[in-house]
C-alpha cells in the first residue's frame, strides 16, 4: 500500500516562511492530480492548492500570492510535491495534507492517496 509522506512543517512566526514537501513511500507509475489540503481544529478540510499533470495550477483564494505550489510532474517517481509558504499569518495555522490521484502501476486503477498530514503552526 503506497503511503504519502508530508515533511516540512513546523512552528513559525507570523511573517515567515515553510516549505512542505510530500513524497510517496514506492515508486508511483503516473500522478494526474495533486494538491495539498489543511484542516484547521474546528473547521472542515480546505483545498489549498492543485496541480495538473499538465502542469496548471490553482489556489484557494486565502493564499493566492503567499503560496507556489511545484512538482517535477513525472511519472515513475516518488517525489511528488513542494508547497512554498510565505508571509503566513496565524489564520494559516492547520494540518496540511497532501492528495495525489495516481495510478501505482500501469495496469492499477487511478486511485486517490492522502498522507497523514503535518502540522503548521504560525504564531502571532
Known amino acids: 500500500q503506497v503511503q504519502l509522506v508530508e515533511s516540512g512543517g513546523g512552528l513559525v512566526q507570523a511573517g515567515g516562511r515553510l516549505r512542505l514537501s510530500c513524497t510517496a513511500s514506492?515508486?508511483?507509475?503516473?500522478?494526474?492530480?495533486m494538491r495539498w489540503y489543511r484542516q484547521a481544529p474546528g473547521k472542515q478540510r480546505e483545498l489549498v492548492a492543485s496541480?495538473?499533470?499538465?502542469?496548471?495550477?490553482?489556489?484557494?483564494e486565502a493564499v493566492k500570492g503567499r503560496f507556489s505550489i511545484s512538482s517535477e510532474i513525472r511519472d515513475s517517481t516518488v517525489d511528488l510535491i513542494d508547497l512554498e509558504m510565505n508571509s503566513l499569518n496565524p489564520e494559516d495555522t492547520a494540518v496540511y495534507y497532501c492528495?495525489?490521484?495516481?495510478?501505482?502501476?500501469?495496469?492499477?486503477?487511478?486511485?486517490?492517496?492522502w498522507g497523514q498530514g503535518t502540522q503548521v503552526t504560525v504564531s502571532s
Open positions: 496541480i495538473s499533470k499538465d502542469g496548471r495550477t490553482n489556489y484557494a
Open positions: 514506492e515508486i508511483i507509475f503516473s500522478v494526474y492530480n
Open positions: 492528495f495525489a490521484s495516481a495510478k501505482y502501476v500501469p495496469w492499477s486503477d487511478v486511485r486517490d492517496y
